[in-house]
């Protein structure tokens, strides 16, 4: 598995790279693709340390992102998170084949640990053509976390979305 290095406002040292590579040893035998790329990113804002994982496979990309005082922490919580997420990932990716062979899954809520994830609402909505601008705009007049539209420009479906530092990404299909 490759991995990359990514810093801001922090000197990645050789034991910081031998720390994170000695944690992500472990979520190899969880790992099945050699060709599989990790991306991460560290950086230090004031006193907090964050540390950005992303695992991108042939099928998924899984990302984790911690922030901490402690740089060792920051990549300890981050690589559990990933280890959680993969683990996840693999438990619905086994039973969705089990029931697709005919068989029906028996794994019981006390085991897994919560109940199965389901859809309870289902939303349908015209998407209009507007700017990135009027996005923006219809998305604080929502106070939503996203907003989908058609964008004028190239009209295809965008997604607007609210970030943790308070600016807005967008989401743009190639």
């Known amino acids: ?46 006193q907090l340390y964050t540390v950005e994982v992303t695992l991108k496979m042939r099928s998924i990309i899984v990302r984790a992102e911690e922030k901490t005082k ?13 280890e959680r997420r993969l683990k996840r990932f693999k438990d619905r990716f086994r039973t969705l084949k089990r029931e697709k062979a005919g068989e029906e899954a028996t794994i019981s ?12 609402k289902v939303k349908k909505f015209e998407l209009r053509p507007m700017s990135v601008e009027e996005a923006m705009m219809q998305l604080d007049l929502l106070d939503h976390e996203f907003f989908m539209f058609r964008n004028v420009e190239d009209d295809q479906v ?3 979305y609210r970030r943790k530092d308070g600016n807005y990404g967008l989401i743009v299909p190639r």
């Open 1 to 46: 598995m490759k991995i990359q290095y990514k810093s801001r406002n922090l000197e990645i040292s050789d034991a910081m790279k031998e720390y994170f590579s000695k944690k992500m040893a472990k979520l190899e035998r969880l790992v099945n693709d050699e060709d599989g790329e990790v991306e991460v990113r560290f950086s230090k804002l004031r």
């Open 70 to 82: 402690d740089f060792y922490a920051s990549v300890d919580s981050a690589i559990n998170n990933l």
């Open 109 to 120: 809520a006390e085991a897994e640990g919560s109940e199965k994830e389901k859809i309870v």
């Open 158 to 160: 965008n997604v607007l």
